[in-house]
């Protein structure tokens, strides 16, 4: 019984899974019908399919699952979903896919499968429904597709070159060359474009070729980029006449289209639903006008369309709210002194308006009046307040008095002359006063101050004069406009000066002057002023009793006369800062402060100044030198420090030229130059002190100096120097002369006494190489000959024995008995001395070798000056200072000479044991 | 004339990018342009098919260039002269003149596509330069053979004056 019951619990089961099953399975639909079309305008695939009739019947709400395929690719280039709740009419469904590739270009492929909104089976795929491109057809050429596109520019474009059967596509590109995604190995060639623009060329050219060289092989394509027109902006539209209307609107910007691709405007009515008949012309703003007939309100809508899209504006508006007058004409005026009615007609019969009247004053100011029209032929506005003759420029416009919506043009612009007046305010007078001889001369200056206007063509003068007191006789002169002064002689009586300007309609008031009766004139000191970027300043000490001050100054102060100047002050002004383009740097400038109480001007100060100070011109000349043994004294007393100078001169340097490249002179200071010399630099600070005294210099010494002025403007560089040598030290002459002179002299007798000496001091002595003595026979002890005296028969032997002889030959004796020769003049000039290396041991040596020897000193007149070789070394030592101090003999014989004498007390022995004879010559060398 | 011809060729070829393959350096010359220049009447039938060709392509280009492009300017400025030649040949030699407003009977189809324009247009002008190429060698040798002719028969009147 238990398994009975598992049986049919199981049965029960399948039996709801199968009912299941087949109710999902009878709510699967699928597609009955597919049918693609291509609409190759728009590149897009129109897709058509449906499901059974029950489904349409049961009003299912389905879902649809689409897919593209192309025949190059494997995969699908899209997949989409569709929904929709499907109707009793049984009417096929739609969809539309827009291809980013030509479809030219391959075939495209299309599949659907459905799913009704209860199920959750979707249903077996449709076929895929084919729509052919031209790669499957036989061309004879070549194709590129799209062919003439227009781009919208920064879109994307894909090309395909589709070649004949069979033919492999071998180039496919762009000219001007664009970076391109090509791909090209096949019959079709593809080339897409990221990101298109304009690059400045009207259109893209496409080559394409097929493998081959044929003509057959080529095609060509162009495509254009370009954008879609601007919105029209500033549309708006009215009428001038209430008969035509005129709307305007601007270009926009390029589209890079031309010709019949260039945009197109249209204008359309809504109300109406008419199109405007209106031709569009547009050069800077486009517009378009049409007769309005009996509509009052409109509602236009402008269209501007290209190929790539189209824009609209919109006006609404009524003909009455948009009048836009014509510009007024035939402008003309009546005018008085100080009035101008000007008129004016307009084209706007039966329309009130409201005008404005621009008017153009002389100094550029511009002023408008309002006014409402209210004749019928023509307008008028009268305008006061002006100023006699005075030109004015003036122009008028208009707009609807009732709905104002904008002015019309400005007329055409017309200058009006205000008529003659009276000249009104006062001239400013001024006058300069010269004594001469029993009176005085008066120049009296004029101008026309701020204030004061002419009113008039031309204003010429009238000057007037009498006395003050006493009731002389009135004089007056009249000048012409071109004069401003002249000169009138008076006495010394006070006078009242009267100057008056006159036009062609009367006479300005009267600027009137006192010149005051002539007294002794006060000394002012004159006070120097600064002078600054802008002027020069000048003040005064203020004076309750004036009311006005007066500054008066010469244009050109060297000018005789000056072209005098004068500028006018209130009372509350104690400063001015005097401008003038006149004014030059380095030139001076004297001014006079007047106070001036009821006509009548006194001189209170005197200023003198320059614009900017330069440093003077030229150098002080130094007129005098006094020279001392350290000092010299430079004086340049002519040298000017007036007006004649570019600056006032504040003072003097003196500049000296040191030996050492440090300036040591006491009181001055270091200069260094622009080439990096040394000067000293004494500087004098008053300009009057023109002499000045360098001390502290060496005697006997040249010096360089220059004498410079110095302004408020510096100095300038120096170029000249004076030079001086300082006197000799006689002092020191005496001293040279007591110190080298005198000894000089003595050694100069000495030398002409030289012979007397050298007889007394230095007999000579022949050369024993060429005496008969040596001329026998003999043998040779090296370079010496030795007389045997076996050889030698002596005639006669004598023995010496005086005892002079023995005192003054203390060598005599010695063993070896010298020889005395006498030469054949009777000189005695041999002497017996030692040999010189033997001289140098002063030891006797009682058993030392036997020489003869002797020293001619006639060769050796030096030493037969300074030696006596009969002298005792006691002697010759003694004597040696005074030689070297009188004869300046050069040192090193002076220590031969002491050398010998101080070994001679020693070279006795030596002498003894080896007396030689030598040749004077051999002393020498 | 040879001259502006050929520069106005050189200009169009580089400025419509078909200076590629010589594309424009055709062998098949239209028929018009293909010569040889018999007298002035021929001389004129090519003048005015030459006028009518270069509004063309004026025409093609205005679609394609902004006003006041070099190329527009260049093909007006030969146009001008193409009209003053054959003003002068009415002027020298006058012929029959068709109706107002008869133009030439019409050659092949005109291109429709931009491509096609721009290069019959190319083509034209290139048949155009040679063209005048030529006739300005041949205007220049019967010049020269003139003035030859003329110094010959001078020479031969003076020798025979001598003899």
Redesign the interface.
Known sequence: MMNHLMLLAVLLLLRTCYTTYSQQESTVFPVTYLNITKDLALQRLLVEWDVGKPAHDAGLAMSFEIQVRRTDENTTVWTGFHNVTLGKSAKPLHWIWDSDLPLECMSHLVRIRSKAEVSKIWSQWSLWEAVLGMDTSNNSEPQIFP??KIVEEGSDITLCCIGRKGRIIKEFFL??AVHVFSHTNSQVGLLTVKNVSHQG???I?V?CQESCNEEQC?A???FFVGKQPDTPNDFSCQTQDMRIVTCTWSKGGETYL????LPKYTLFEEFSQKMVPCTVSCSEQCSCSWNIGQQRIYNITVTVENPLGKKTAMDVFDVTHRIYPAAPFQLWEECTDTEITLYWKHRNKGIELFCQTEVLQPNGKVELHNSSDTHLHYASITLGGLQPYTEYTVRVRCGAAKHFWRWSEWSEALTIRTKEATPSGKLDIWREITPVLGGRNVTLFWKQAPSFRANGKSVSYEVTWEKVEGGSKRESISFSPVHNSTRISIDNDSYRISIMAKNNVNYSLPSVMIIPRATGTEELKEEQVNGTDDGIFISWEPRHTYDSYIIEWCKVPMLQPCDLQWKRFGPNISSALINSAAFVPGVRYNFHVYGSVANRASLLEKKTGYLRELPPLLDPIVEKVELTLNAVTLSWDSYPTDESQPGFVRGYHVYVSPIQEDCLLKGSKKHVLPDDSVLCKYTIEDPEEKRYTVKHLLSNTKYKLAVKAYTGGGETPIVNFIYIDTPFNSNLMYLLVLLVIVPAVIAAICHWKMKWVKERCCPVIPSPSKSKVLSFKAFKSGSEKVLKLSDCIPDMLAVDTKAEAQKLHPWSQLPSTPTENKTDDGHNSSQICPDEKEERDFTPTPTAQTHTCFENFSYSSHLAVTFDSYQRPEMLEASTPEVSVVLYQPHYYFDIFNEDAASAPRETAGRKASLRYISQTDVHA | MAEDAQELFAFYEKDQHLAINNLCRTNHLPEWLRGPVTGPGALRGTMTRMAQALQDIARHQRDLNPPGAEILRRLASTHLKVRGLLNNLEGLFPAPSLPPGRRHPPGPTAPTKVFQQKLEGCRILWSYARFMAKLSAQLEGRSRGGRREKRRSHRGSWLLARS
């Open positions: 062919n003439e000219v001007p060329v009207p259109h050219s080559y080529y060509h394509s162009v031309y010709g019949h691709r």
